[in-house]
């Protein structure tokens, strides 16, 4: 049973560039989240997923912007890409309506130049 | 608003002794809190939840936590520590059982001297 993975593991980008990352969900889950930990944070709530709209967002810029598709994969789209934008990209999924725990992916590593 | 404070930025203990990690939260609703476990370049890995059951709760590889709604308290606890243990921990609270937005402390890293 594949949990949840995410691509690449790594990247680099130099400022003003644009950036997507990508995240398939645990087998069955129908929801995914997306979270940004700088280095030495706890991460930060970007946005949420489910039945391909945009449920929740927490408070980041319009540069950040996301896709779930139907199978329930996930795109998480970063434009203009600035150097604060480094760091830990994590991907979580879980069921929409059970109360149950978000699983986490390993992250994507963005470093930007 | 939902937030949580881990008191300690870095704890250190002997391997085979207690081990003690604070956490107090501060939310709205009835919360449900977590805590997760980050290993170095790897992803977080649930250790236990509360989401108002019994306010004792056990998790994985002998982790426990008690919920205290008095002292807005979730400290988590081991008996006795091993070399593995040594990770960065991270307190979470959530508003709708952690099916929604999770809000994370800064983290607490746990060294164990051997």
């Known amino acids: 049973d594949a949990g949840v993975t995410q691509s690449p593991t790594h990247l680099i980008k130099t400022r003003g560039q644009q950036v997507t990352l990508r995240c398939s969900p645990k087998?069955?889950?129908?929801?995914v989240s997306w979270y940004q930990q700088a280095l030495g944070q706890g991460p930060q709530f970007i946005f949420q997923?489910?039945?391909?709209?945009?449920?929740q967002r927490g408070n980041f810029p319009d540069r950040f912007s996301g896709h779930q598709f139907p199978n329930y994969s996930s795109e998480l789209n970063v434009n203009a890409l600035l150097l604060g934008d480094s760091a830990l990209y994590l991907c979580a999924s879980s069921f929409g309506n059970r109360v149950q725990p978000q699983h986490f992916g390993d992250g994507t590593r963005l470093s930007i130049l | 608003a939902q937030s949580v404070t881990q008191l300690d930025s870095h704890v250190s203990v002997s391997e085979g002794t207690p081990v003690l990690l604070r956490c107090n939260y501060s939310?709205?609703?009835?919360?449900?809190l977590f805590w997760y476990v980050q290993h170095p370049n790897k992803g977080l890995q649930l250790l236990l939840k509360y989401t108002s059951a019994a306010t004792l709760v056990k998790g994985i590889n002998g982790f426990e936590a008690e919920f205290k709604k008095s002292e807005t308290s979730f400290h988590l606890t081991k008996p006795s520590a091993h070399m593995s243990d040594a990770a960065e921990y991270f307190c979470?609270?959530?508003?709708?059982?952690?099916?929604?937005?999770?809000?994370f402390g800064t983290g607490t890293r746990l060294t164990i001297i051997p």
């Open positions: 997923y489910y039945e391909e709209e945009e449920r």
């Open positions: 087998s069955g889950h129908d929801t």
């Open positions: 939310s709205s609703y009835s919360p449900s």
């Open positions: 979470v609270v959530s508003e709708n059982f952690g099916n929604e937005k999770l809000t």
